[in-house]
């Protein structure tokens, strides 16, 4: 096991909500492109050299953390894609906690604000990643997903290789 690649930790959705985003995501994402699974991500580059550590944190957090309803706001571009955007305190609350927890380790990109979202495209033509955020927003209605757990994962500059996953506290 390679501990110094990085660790990137995602959200795991409900079937219904995971099942939804990707599909969207097979069906728009570039295929020669997508090589993981419908995630959002709340870290992007854990240090792998602490993964111990890393995994007991998350196993402690979810412990106590029941599943959660997210909002599905809306879509929002990303230049050369297009993201579904979700909002939520307890989700807010978790990274907080789990950042302030690793604030020594965190890199720029995830000390950022975190604006959580679902890519569902990416890396095409800014014409084409406009006209699908047009698409799909005029049919868009808000709706709810749930969270129930986490996922950790090692990269190593292909696909990415689960770790494990965290389900939250019934």
Not at 56 to 68: G, L, N, T, V, W
Not at 99 to 128: F, S, Y
């Amino acid at each position: 096991m390679d501990h110094a690649a990085p660790l990137i930790l995602t959200l795991q959705f409900d079937e219904r909500s995971f099942a939804f985003f990707d599909e969207q995501r097979r069906r728009y994402f570039p295929p020669e492109r997508n090589f993981i699974p419908a995630h959002l991500t709340l870290f992007h580059h854990l240090p792998g050299e602490h993964a111990g550590t890393i995994r007991q944190d998350i196993e402690a957090y979810a412990s106590r953390q029941h599943p959660f309803t997210l909002h599905v706001k809306g879509l929002r571009s990303l230049g050369r894609g297009v993201a579904y955007t979700l909002e939520s305190v307890e989700l807010a609350e978790m990274r907080r906690h789990l950042a302030m927890q690793w604030n020594d380790w965190l890199k720029p990109q995830d000390r950022q604000n975190h604006l959580p979202h679902v890519t569902v495209q990416n890396k095409v033509a800014p014409t084409a990643a406009r006209a699908l955020l047009e698409e799909l927003s005029d049919s868009f209605e808000p709706f709810r997903a749930e969270a129930v757990g986490l996922e950790l994962w090692w990269y190593r500059g292909g696909p990415w290789e689960r770790v494990r996953g965290f389900r939250f506290t019934p």
